[in-house]
């Protein structure tokens, strides 16, 4: 039903941003998200950000509150994340995904229902 592809991950100093795009298609629903997780290797999914549809809201970890930013881009179908100072700490495969009924679990992955393959973030010392 819906199929996600990410893109604009690369290697970057400590310091530098980023933005990474995620390309939705398939059919959409009046109420939905897509957020943004990440794995580091030898690590748990880890929730990074996320926006709601219809409402447009925001949400953060902590770890990226202030540094990061989850925008809609309507027109090309897509949801990006910029990263800004980004640290070390950031490297891992960066994943978006849906789900088709928001909820307060937003931040859990076990609720999305479809997954990019992912894009590879190294931030360097």
């Known amino acids: 039903q819906v199929q996600l592809v990410e893109s604009g991950g690369g290697l970057v100093q400590a310091g530098g941003s980023l933005r990474l795009s995620c390309a939705t298609s398939?059919?959409?629903?009046?109420?939905?998200?897509v957020g943004w997780f990440r794995q580091a290797p030898g690590k748990e999914r880890e929730f990074v950000a996320v926006?709601?549809?219809?409402?447009?809201?925001?949400y953060y970890a902590d770890s990226v509150k202030g540094r990061f930013a989850i925008s809609r881009d309507k027109a090309r179908n897509a949801v990006n994340l910029q990263m800004n100072t980004l640290i070390p700490e950031d490297t891992a495969v960066y994943y978006c995904?849906?789900?088709?009924?928001?909820?307060?679990?937003?931040?859990?992955?076990?609720?999305?229902?479809?997954w990019g393959q992912g894009t590879q973030v190294t931030v360097s010392s």
């Open positions: 926006v709601s549809w219809p409402g447009g809201n925001t």
């Open positions: 995904a849906a789900v088709t009924f928001f909820s307060s679990d937003y931040w859990d992955p076990r609720e999305y229902s479809y």
């Open positions: 398939g059919r959409t629903f009046t109420s939905h998200a």
